[in-house]
């Protein structure tokens, strides 16, 4: 009697959530936050409204779409189904991954990488594409990739957009261990070349591997990278702080990692700001525990938090997620 109720309480454990979550409540989100594998979370508030976009994560020639989801209190999310899909992208084929949104005027910009092209002899990087409406439908902004070679060594993926506090907005990007950043020109069909003529400028800090993401606070900027292998439990990430958006960029810590009692391959991540309080959350993806297969990633977030000095204090990664804090 004993075995069988064992077997029962480790099936309902898998089919709940992927064998480690924790259901919504009206106290906490839980994570993850929605059910399906997925990965490379970004996070964004448009309109009182919290977002995710997240990478479907599954083998390369089924990520042929993107879907996001929305929500008013981080509690509950809706999902918003293909907002993206390569049907509309004749040179996108598979691996679409990691999207990056921002809004500029009146329209929504959504930089995606496609194809995880291994040279510069293949079709495919860093793709762009514009709807009116933040759940999309987005369409092919250029007809053609933005970035479709590999510059400094940075394989054309991994993307995140950076709007300075000049109004000048940046592409940050790369795997491979590169990562380059570029100024981006007034309707993101191209770059604007540097002082001294360069387009693409390296900035690659100590451990760097991919997923660059970066924010502003108390007039620093903040740059945060993933470490370690996707597929492995040690994926990781670490930030640095410079007064440039250019760095240098000096590593200080890691500050997201695995919990050997809670998920492993904890990475790629994002961060919000809720835009009426002081309160910052980490989104990122992880491995539930028991799970091999490199792509079983699920979507997870997390409390963010300072010292009195503005070091990042090590995210705990949880089952409960965190508590409700809707936009008034």
């Not at 439990?233 to 009692?261: C, H, M, N, T």
């Amino acid at each position: 009697m004993k075995r069988i109720l064992t077997v029962t309480l480790l099936c309902f454990s898998a089919i709940s959530g992927y064998g480690q979550s924790t259901a919504p409540s009206a106290k906490s989100s839980g994570n993850p936050v929605f059910p399906g594998w997925y990965a490379d979370p970004e996070g964004a508030v448009f309109e009182n409204t919290f977002w995710i976009y997240p990478t479907f994560s599954d083998k390369y020639e089924k990520q042929v779409f993107m879907d996001a989801f929305s929500s008013k209190d981080l509690l509950t999310w809706k999902k918003h189904p293909s907002i993206l899909d390569t049907a509309g992208f004749k040179w996108a084929k598979k691996a679409v991954w990691a999207p990056s949104i921002i809004k500029k005027e009146k329209k929504y910009y959504l930089l995606f990488g496609a194809n995880d092209i291994q040279s510069d002899q293949e079709t495919g990087g860093i793709g762009v594409g514009v709807a009116d409406r933040p759940e999309g439908p987005f369409k092919d902004h250029l007809g053609k990739p933005l970035v479709d070679k590999f510059h400094n060594g940075a394989q054309p993926i991994d993307q995140f957009v950076f709007k300075d506090k000049d109004g000048q907005y940046y592409l940050i990007y790369g795997g491979w261990k590169h990562c380059n950043i570029a100024k981006l020109n007034a309707d993101f069909s191209g770059f604007v070349p540097f002082p001294d003529g360069q387009v693409f400028r390296e900035i690659t800090p100590e451990n760097y591997v991919e997923g660059p993401y970066m924010f502003m606070r108390n007039g620093k900027y903040y740059f945060m990278w993933s470490e370690g292998g996707w597929t492995g439990p040690d994926y990781s990430v670490a930030y640095a702080i410079a007064d440039s958006p250019l760095g240098p960029f000096k590593r200080i810590a890691k500050v997201l990692q695995q919990d050997p009692e809670v998920a492993t391959g904890a990475g790629h991540h994002s961060v919000i700001k809720h835009p009426q309080r002081n309160d910052y959350y980490m989104v990122y993806h992880r491995r539930p525990l028991g799970e091999k297969d490199g792509n079983h990633r699920v979507t997870c977030i997390d409390r963010m938090e300072f010292d009195e000095n503005g070091y990042i204090k090590p995210v705990k990664i949880t089952f409960e997620g965190v508590k409700g804090n809707p936009i008034k």
